[in-house]
């Protein structure tokens, strides 16, 4: 067996392993499955923040204001509500158990553990939006993991309430969760307790001050984000789903910062974050897909021979939304040595150019809105950054262009080469015939 493949094999094993790790897998699902309540949020903060003062006028004199922030604000605002209930959800799940049951007691965890204060009136409990959001998040994917995995565990040692035979479905789930949910709240309860007595206010105080803030300062820092990328290009050259296997470890920390940038979007505030994650992949990274491959889709269409130029009519059309899949496994990309020089430096090229337009202030930072996959180019890049993201994209088109141009011009030339070499081959008995 060849060094290369031992390594490929290897690379694989670990990969996979993340890929199916339990864990893992439940936020990173967790996280997708809110993905509807998080775009709405997104849209209708778009809708509300048009900075055009004759749109914004109307909606005030006809009272439509009011009306268009509230879906960001029950969104956005809540994220951490969302999300501990759809984390802990799938990890119920992934062990073949009610996922519902297991985030609704998650969702009751995360609130109780949360800081509850007083209005103005001295009287009246009020519960703050502080930690309900983005700066939650931490907070609510430790919980949502913890009390999925407390509630499987408990049915599994089959302590719980067991309704006798006839009794509804909804009914037996009802009661099996009783037992689960008092031993969380006591726990809850207890983790309250100890952070109520130490210097921190709460658990949530704790985490962000000495887990999320940090994790999040060094996942929006320039050099940490080229890391992420160049190491998705590798995976992918080994044949490996580069994006999903980071995805999966890297989402929390990106969610955050799209997020944060999104809510100070939404209170016209300052964006405290130039690279956003996602967004920023998304959007100048990945134009065309992983690997920047927009313009190799390109160059395929000007390509001479007849092979490769078939192959780029069918993959430009996925390219300029985002999906590769086509000419990484039909040029191929993958483990095609001659094409891993522009596969690994073209997304770390067309990064560094948008870090710097970014940095310097020709582009503005992206909204973190979070447009789908599948949203074209220069549309996403409108909807995240303004006309300047727009036309950043089509200079990074053509950087991709002019970095796989050259590699692949040598193999459209050997393609060219086979394919006259197959026609005269074709043509010989004809002419022998005439």
């Not at 960001?72 to 759809?86: E, G, H, M, N």
């Not at 709240?185 to 130490?198: D, K």
């Not at 390219?319 to 690994?344: A, D, S």
């Amino acid at each position: 067996m060849s060094e290369s493949k031992v390594w490929r094999e290897r690379i694989q094993k670990f990969s996979g392993a993340i890929q199916s790790n339990k864990y893992v897998s439940s936020i990173s699902n967790g996280l997708t499955s809110i993905l509807p309540v998080i775009l709405v949020g997104a849209i209708f903060t778009l809708i509300n923040t048009i900075n055009i003062p004759a749109y914004q006028d109307f909606l005030d004199s006809i009272g439509l204001k009011a009306l268009t922030e509230l879906p960001s604000i029950l969104t956005i605002d809540l994220l951490s509500l969302y999300a501990v209930f759809s984390i802990a959800y799938a990890v119920s799940t992934q062990f073949k158990r009610d996922g519902f049951s297991a985030g609704i007691i998650a969702l009751m965890s995360f609130l109780l553990v949360t800081p509850v204060g007083l209005l103005e009136d001295g009287a009246t409990n009020a519960l703050s939006f502080q930690w309900l959001g983005a700066t939650g998040l931490f907070v609510a994917i430790l919980i949502g993991i913890t009390v999925g995995r407390l509630y499987v565990l408990i049915l599994d040692k089959e302590f719980y309430i067991k309704m006798p035979k006839g009794v509804p479905p909804t009914i037996g789930k009802s009661f099996a969760a009783l037992t689960p949910a008092f031993i969380v709240v006591f726990l809850m309860l207890i983790v309250r307790g100890i952070f109520n007595i130490s210097s921190f206010d709460s658990i949530h105080d704790f985490i962000y001050s000495m887990v999320q803030a940090p994790l999040v300062s060094l996942g929006g820092s320039w050099w940490a984000y080229l890391i992420v990328i160049t190491v998705m290009s590798l995976l992918w050259f080994f044949g490996i789903h580069g994006t999903i296997v980071v995805m999966g470890v890297i989402l929390p920390i990106w969610t955050g910062l799209r997020l944060e940038n999104l809510d100070a979007f939404s209170n016209g505030e300052p964006l405290p974050h130039m690279i956003p994650g996602g967004p920023f992949f998304m959007t100048y990274t990945a134009i065309g897909g992983t690997g920047a491959t927009i313009g190799l889709i390109i160059a395929l269409l000007m390509a001479k021979s007849k092979r490769y130029k078939t192959l780029g009519k069918l993959a430009v059309a996925p390219g300029l939304t985002g999906i590769n899949e086509p000419i990484l496994f039909g040029l191929p990309v993958v483990l095609n040595i001659r094409l891993i020089i522009p596969l690994i430096f073209t997304p770390i090229v067309v990064s560094v150019i948008a870090i710097i337009a970014t940095y310097s202030g020709l582009v503005p930072p992206l909204r973190g809105i979070g447009v789908p996959l599948g949203t074209p180019i220069f549309i996403n890049g409108f909807l995240e950054g303004g006309w300047r993201a727009s036309v950043l994209q089509a200079v990074l088109l053509f950087i991709s262009l002019a970095m796989y141009y050259p590699f692949f011009k040598r193999l459209d030339k050997e393609a060219l080469k086979v394919e006259s070499q197959e026609k005269n081959v074709e043509e010989m008995p004809k002419a022998s015939n005439q």
